[in-house]
């Protein structure tokens, strides 16, 4: 069975940055992604990247502030977050799927992290 794990999270100001990890236990040759879910709110998507780490997809909320990667050969997926600001406060999951494209529907991942908080304070 995968496991994913994250890790990275933390508190900081708005306008910082902090860089997430999510090591798998082996190797995925599928889409990976990040979601995210604020208290009382829904899970939502954040981005997701494909095996080859040549096509990615970000929620327009966090376009051109974070960045997704991967390492295929540590197995370990990226979400680098600058300018974060208040209203990305959130705990922060990595999932991944058997899906070869891009998906951004939370029902299409089968593996799940247990998630890391991250908060941004004004």
């Known amino acids: 069975q995968l496991r994913l794990m994250e890790s990275g999270g933390g508190s900081v100001q708005a306008g910082g940055s902090l860089r997430l990890s999510c090591a798998a236990s082996e190797s995925i040759f599928s889409i990976m992604g990040w979601f995210r879910q604020a208290p009382g709110k829904e899970r939502e998507f954040v981005g997701c990247?494909?095996?080859?780490?040549?096509?990615?997809r970000y929620a327009d909320s966090v376009k051109d502030r974070f960045t997704i990667s991967r390492d295929n050969r540590g197995n370990t997926l990226y979400l680098q977050m600058d300018n974060l600001t208040p209203e990305d406060t959130a705990v922060y999951f990595c999932?991944?799927?058997?899906?070869?494209?891009?998906?951004?529907?939370?029902?299409?991942?089968?593996?799940w992290g247990q998630g890391t908080q991250v908060s941004v304070s004004p």
């Open positions: 990247i494909n095996w080859a780490g040549t096509s990615t």
């Open positions: 999932a991944a799927t058997s899906k070869a494209f891009i998906v951004t529907s939370s029902e299409m991942y089968d593996y």
